[in-house]
């Protein structure tokens, strides 16, 4: 018997729930949206205990302190963004020019510059700097519907700045109200220093992702395998030895060519193949059987000159479960937005709004390990929710550009309203 007094209720809402059954949603199942109209959501102690019709909730006699009447907007769980670089100092706008007279992505990098000057401005930032940034994005990512956010490691590339940049996303956690889930992406690109030698760089990355278990400061290992950066059997040494420190384990796979780092995600049975533009048809097929969640980047390929992933074949061929994240990063995509990636995504992935969010939350949740407690309106879920100015999720994608969000909910606590950070929200 539901304790009939709670901490918020809201009235008149069409709700999408994402509810029911276990699991990330695959292939055709990602079309599958349950709407409720004339819906009603309760929290009690950070906690969703109802999520269903107005008429249903009458029977449950529900007393709560804070009751607001949605006026027929639409609800979804909290936003999702499963793949961020988060923490790091600086910004490369100067790239943008050199971009624009046809320098790749992959080019910058091996001329010292993309990833590599990132590191250098992030090994010369101290801690509150990084800490001050960030929460600047993260105010960003929250006004924009984000409640929770993964951030990898990943600018230090030793010991010393990848510690700094994980015990900087620990603590945001407790300076604001988005939740961060922490990923060491220690081989992120080879040190200049290290000339050919990977195999000897890998091998500090396995012992400083050793310390960085015991220390608890992430749960996945990332690596970012590509041409001129990690191979694949690089990948799956470092990967290998993640697992057996415990670590979930994602990878940069087949962003811009197709090494075989998604297959590699299946043999391995990670939790998410990350980009996968440049993946092979059985690669995503092995990656979709493993039940590896997708995450596609489409922002990322439309800043790096419009080449996306085959979500088509992936949904309606692969049975695959996708996510989408934004990528944040300064280079290849330094933009915080997960509903400027919503619009890329139906434009350039050809996802329709049904699947789209399904991938920005239920299985953006998987994507994090966090698919029983976030990602849907369902009880016993938390209470993370998004109202939206609108009552159609099409007019999410559809209407680019802007922000779409009347009110954000973590915990059951405002945290958004009208579409501004509520300044008391710091946890
Ligand atoms: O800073 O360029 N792709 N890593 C792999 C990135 C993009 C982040 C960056
Ligand atoms: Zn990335």
Not at 153 to 173: D, F, H, I, P
Not at 267 to 276: I, K, Y
Request: charged content about 20%; proline content about 4%; aromatic content about 6%.
């Amino acid at each position: 018997m539901l304790n009939p007094q709670v901490d918020l209720l809201i009235t008149h809402a069409k709700l999408a729930t994402l509810a029911g059954g276990t699991g990330p949603r695959r292939g055709r199942t990602m079309q599958q949206v349950e709407f409720i109209e004339k819906g009603a959501v309760a929290v009690a102690a950070g906690k969703i205990v109802f999520a269903g019709k107005m008429t249903d909730l009458q029977s449950a006699h529900l007393k709560s302190a804070v009751v607001w009447n949605a006026d027929g907007r639409l609800i979804t769980p909290g936003l999702i963004d499963p793949h961020t670089h988060l923490v790091h100092a600086g910004s490369r706008e100067k790239e943008l020019s050199l971009k624009l007279r046809g320098v790749s992505y992959l080019d910058i990098l091996a001329q010292g510059g993309g990833i590599l000057s990132t590191v250098r401005a992030t090994q010369a930032a101290t801690e509150q700097a990084l800490t001050a940034q960030a929460l600047v994005s993260l105010r960003r990512m929250l006004e924009q519907g984000t409640t929770t956010v993964e951030a990898k490691s990943g600018y230090g590339l030793n010991r010393q700045t990848e510690l700094k940049q994980l015990r900087v996303a620990q603590a945001l956690n407790k300076l604001q109200p988005v939740e961060l889930v922490s990923t060491f992406l220690g081989p992120h690109a080879l040190p200049p220093e290290f000339g050919q030698r990977s195999d000897e760089f890998i091998d500090q990355m396995i012992a400083l992702a050793s310390a960085v278990k015991s220390l608890g400061l992430a749960e996945y290992a990332d690596i970012f395998c590509e041409r001129g950066v990690f191979s694949v059997a690089d990948s799956r040494r470092y990967l290998t030895a993640c697992r057996d420190l415990g670590y979930g384990l994602k990878l940069h796979a087949d962003e811009i060519e197709p090494l075989g780092g998604t297959e590699l995600a299946a043999e391995m049975q990670a939790v998410t193949v990350d980009h996968a533009v440049a993946a092979s048809p059985e690669g995503l097929r092995s990656a979709a059987a493993a039940g590896v969640v997708t995450v596609l980047l489409p922002g990322t390929s439309w800043n790096l000159g419009g080449h996306y992933a085959n979500a088509r074949f992936l949904l309606d061929e692969a049975d695959g479960a996708v996510a989408l994240a934004t990528d944040y990063n300064p280079g290849s995509c330094p933009s915080e937005s997960l509903q400027l990636i919503m619009a890329f995504a139906a434009n350039g992935l050809r996802m329709t709004p049904e699947e789209i969010l399904t991938a920005v939350t239920r299985n953006a949740a998987y994507a994090v390990g966090r698919g029983e407690q976030i990602g849907r309106l369902e009880a016993g879920w938390q209470g993370d929710l998004c109202v939206w100015e609108t009552s159609e999720l099409a007019y999410l994608p559809y209407h680019f550009g802007i922000n779409h969000i009347k009110r954000v909910y973590k915990r059951g606590l405002l945290v958004v309203e009208d579409g501004r950070a509520v300044k008391e929200a710091a946890k």
